[in-house]
Structure formats: C-alpha cells, structure tokens
C-alpha cells in the first residue's frame, strides 16, 4: 500500500487535542494534511465547524487534479484522501453532508478524547442536547470510533439508550450496539522529549502540583481544602498551581493566595514545555480533584517525570491507577498528603504506569487503525 494520505479535522486545535494530533502528524508514516481552528468558545465549534471545515475541505479538493501522479506512478483515483480523522467537537455527519460526495465517500475515524453525555453540567437548566447528540451522531456517521479509555466508551455507550428515550417519540434503537462494533480504544499518546532531559530536582520540602486547566470540571475547591488543612496545622510543604486559566477563574484559586502564604510558590500556565517540565521534576506529588476526567495526560505526565499521583477514585482513573495511588474523598486525600510531607516518598515510583503512554510505545497502533480503516473501507 502507498502512503497513507490523512485528513485531521480539529476544531478545538489546542492543550491535549492539539499535542496529540501534531505528534501523530510527524511520527507516523503518512501524509497528514491538518484542518484546524482555534481552541476557544467549544460550543460554538460543535455548532458551526462543520460549516467551515467543509468549506475549507472543498476548495482543499478541488486543487487536486483527477491526472495527479502519486508516489507510486499510478493515478490517484476520485479521493483526495485515503482516512478522514476528526475529533469529537466537529459534527461529522453534518460535515459528510456538506462537502460533496467526492469527501464524503472517504472513510472517517472520530477521536474521543471526550463525550457529552457524561460531561458535569453546573446547570442543568442550561443542558443543550445537541452536543451529546452531535457525538452520537458522529459515531454513527464514522467507520471507525476510538476512545482514549475504556472508560469514556463505556460510560457514552451506557448512557446513550436513557438519553434517546428523551425523544418524544420515534426512539432509536440499537444506537448504542451499532457503535459499539465499530469501537476500539487507543490511548492519547504524550511526548516525553522534554521531561527525559531532567532529573527529578527536589527541593528542601515537599512540593505539591496540581497540574489542570483552571475550570469547574476540574474542581480547584476540593484540592485547596486539602491543603488548607495541612497549612492549618502548620505543616512545612510548598504548593505549584499549573494548567491553563481562563477568563472566569474559580474562587478556590483567586484565594490561593491568601489560603497558602508562602507555601504557595507557583501559580500560572508555565512560559513554555520546558518551564513546565521542570515545575514537574522539581514535585514530588501530583494531585488531581477531577469530577470529569476521560483520561488526564497531565497526571501521566507528571508520573512519568517523576511525581507520585494522588487521584480519586472514580472516571477514567480507576482504569489507569492502581488502588495504591487512589483516594476515596477530600480527608483522605489530606491524609495522604500528610504522610508524603512526614514521610517524602521516593521519586519515579509510577513512572512505569506513564511509560506505556508515549508515541514510541503508541504510534505503531494508530498506524495499523488508520491503514485497516483505508483497506476495509478505501474504494
């Protein structure tokens, strides 16, 4: 087979959505043409994408001549592309529909790095069904479906019989069946050039990471009572608050300041991969509060460099972590915590956990998914 030609269609190009689809992009053997727009305002791009990505596809097509020579010397046939591949936010049967029956014919793997069905809403009053909708029906419209855990597969799967039966009539049947065959799970792999470049380089105290987006789901309110206890009772520990902040940031955070003192040595979006890989090595332990998480890199990440992870006992982590690093709620979590700053653990104990994770051991198992999608379903 000649060299597999992919179209990645992302319509929240950014954080782990984007780091993923650009390592696959350079490491695998295949011609990666990237459709992408900007990360922000994600319910406006599950709405509108479709529209201009198909758009964007069209006049894409259009350039490629029916008498192209190929790296073989034989002519291409009517498809620009061998693999469509699209993640969750674009509405991929609206985009099948929209850019002509030359595209749309070409077989489609939908990526979920996450699903609607599941996702905590803060108010239900606000719930818009057409996002969950959007994903089902793009798992329908795809050839393919991967999931980055077992767990978000089954978690979507389960739920999609009772949210159908919202329908107030003519309910669907066999949804959840028919996407089930089609399923697989690969995880999201993580490059971990930067983070093999540093030792772990701890200071005279314990350090405390919590590396997330700065958002509800990821529930700030949870990890900074634990740690307020810990400063209450005048423990010697330091704090490092990473991730991504928005314009609506959480009370929890906006307060660290004056919950921590002094303990509180980092708080922001590191400069860069490298800054962000040495705030890593220089913790011992890495917290995550998560009500929703489908699998969390950064908590791999910060396994692999060196941390030991604290994570509750629920979602996707249950799947990933073994019980040892798992807490049941926010006391046992400040329990945990005042036994690593009693007795600081040893670093690289999970970094065996993390090592499964990155494109060397990830990448051969894309490049089978893609060229079995372009062999069962090519013309």
């Known amino acids: 087979m000649s060299r597999l030609r992919i179209l ?17 992009a350079t490491r695998m053997d295949a011609d990666f043409t990237l459709l992408t727009l900007p990360a922000r305002k994600w319910k406006w791009r599950m709405r509108g994408a479709a529209m201009t990505m198909a758009a964007e596809t069209t006049r894409l097509a259009a350039t490629t001549s029916h008498g192209e020579a190929d790296r073989d010397d034989r002519l291409i046939d009517e498809r620009p592309f061998d693999v469509v591949f699209a993640s969750t936010f674009l509405n991929l049967a609206e985009y099948r529909g929209l850019v002509g029956a030359r595209v749309s014919a070409i077989p489609a793997v939908v990526y979920f790095h996450e699903n609607q069905l599941v996702y905590p809403n803060r108010n239900t009053a606000e719930w818009d069904f057409q996002f969950p909708l959007t994903n089902i029906t793009s798992a329908l419209s795809a050839e393919a479906c991967v999931f980055n855990t077992a767990w978000n597969r089954d978690a979507f799967l389960d739920a999609i019989p009772g949210f159908l039966r919202e329908f107030p009539d003519h309910h669907p049947v066999g949804v959840a069946e028919t996407i089930r065959e089609k399923s697989c799970v690969l995880a999201p ?80 979006q590191p400069e860069s991969r490298d800054a962000y890989a040495a705030l890593l090595a220089s913790s011992d332990v890495a917290v995550s509060t998560a009500v929703n998480e489908f699998f969390g890199i950064a908590m791999v990440e910060a396994s692999f460099a060196g941390c030991l992870p604290l994570v509750p006992d629920r979602l996707a982590y249950r799947e990933l972590y073994p019980a040892q690093f798992r807490y049941r709620d926010v006391d046992d979590l400040a329990r945990r915590l005042r036994e690593c700053i009693v007795h600081r653990p040893e670093p690289m104990q999970a970094r065996i956990l993390a090592e499964k994770f990155t494109f060397d051991a990830l990448i051969g198992g894309y490049q089978h998914l893609f060229a079995r999608v372009a062999e069962l379903h090519g013309a």
């Not at 990645?8 to 696959?24: I, M, T």
Request: hydrophobic share 40%; proline share 7%; net charge negative.
């Open 189 to 268: 792999p993580f490059d971990p050039t930067a983070l093999n470049r540093l030792a772990p380089t701890r200071g005279d105290v314990l350090r405390i990471v919590w590396p997330h987006r700065w958002e509800h789901d990821k529930n700030p309110d949870d990890f900074f009572s634990a740690v307020a206890q810990l400063a209450e009772e005048g423990l010697d520990f330091e704090v490092a608050v990473a991730g991504q902040s928005f314009r609506d940031v959480p009370d929890a955070i906006l307060s660290a300041e004056q919950t921590l003192g002094g303990r509180l040595v980092h708080l922001g």
């Open 8 to 24: 990645a269609l992302e319509p929240y190009y950014g954080g782990s959505h984007r780091a993923v689809l650009d390592g696959l």
